[in-house]
């Protein structure tokens, strides 16, 4: 099974800034997939990450609120822009092949 | 528009005690997933149901898939403290591959 790491795995941001969230896969993988996790929710997809094209968002997330970059077929970055408190939640990696397998997730809190 | 149901929400049972969560999705996967989260964790791997009448089996759990009914089960059996969490379960949403659609999640907990 693929090993997914995140980075950071938690911070604080005060609104009006940006961070960026750090995912690598100990293997090479053709998709991977950005998902947010709002505080006593399930998974919501943001977006799939294929390497060499645009990234594929979902119906409410737009390129401009949550760049993505999927330089190479083990990393991926995603962009939380602008940020207010409603971008307050956890946000999960993840690579599909065979089955599908989760980073430990960025726990962001927006102040 | 793609839909997974799970049922029910929240659980609170007695330890050696069993019971089943359901659940029921909308699109035509072949491929169901379930998935445990910790508070504060993020999601382990449970079980992957790739066919119909697919059953698989991991201590106290089992889980079994019927894509006709486009239904899956989780079966508890003799709950136990270790067991509480929340289950997901999770389709693709376009095929073998693609990104999963998740169902609302079941919180249980269990109690002596």
Redesign the interface.
């Known amino acids: 099974?693929a090993v997914i790491s995140q980075k950071p795995s938690r911070d604080i941001c005060q609104r009006g800034t940006s961070l960026t969230i750090q995912c690598q896969v100990d293997s090479q993988v053709?998709?991977m997939?950005w998902y947010r996790q709002q505080p006593g929710?399930?998974?919501?997809?943001i977006a799939?990450a294929n390497q060499g094209s645009e990234a594929t968002y979902e119906s409410g997330f737009v390129i401009d609120k949550f760049p993505i970059s999927r330089p190479n077929l083990t990393f991926s970055t995603l962009t939380v822009s602008n940020m207010s408190p409603e971008d307050s939640s956890i946000y999960?990696c993840?690579s599909?092949e065979?089955?599908?397998?989760?980073?430990?997730?960025t726990?962001l809190t927006v102040l | 528009e793609l839909k997974v149901e799970q049922n029910p929400l929240f659980l609170s049972m007695q330890e050696g005690k069993n019971y089943t969560i359901y659940c029921n999705y909308s699109t035509t996967s072949d491929r169901l997933?379930w998935?445990r989260q910790d508070p504060?964790?993020?999601?382990e791997?449970l079980f992957?149901l790739l066919s119909n009448g697919a059953v698989k089996q991991e201590g106290r759990l089992m889980a079994s898939l019927d894509t006709k009914a486009r239904l899956s089960t989780l079966h508890i059996t003799a709950a136990v403290h270790d067991l509480s969490a929340t289950y997901?379960c999770?389709v693709d949403?376009h095929g073998a591959?693609?990104?999963?659609?998740?169902?609302?999640?079941t919180t249980l907990s269990v109690s002596s």
């Open positions: 099974s053709t998709m997939f929710q399930s998974l919501t997809l799939t999960l993840s599909q065979g089955e599908q397998f989760f980073g430990p997730g726990r | 997933y998935y504060g964790k993020s999601l791997s992957v997901f999770a949403t591959g693609t990104a999963l659609i998740f169902g609302k999640g």
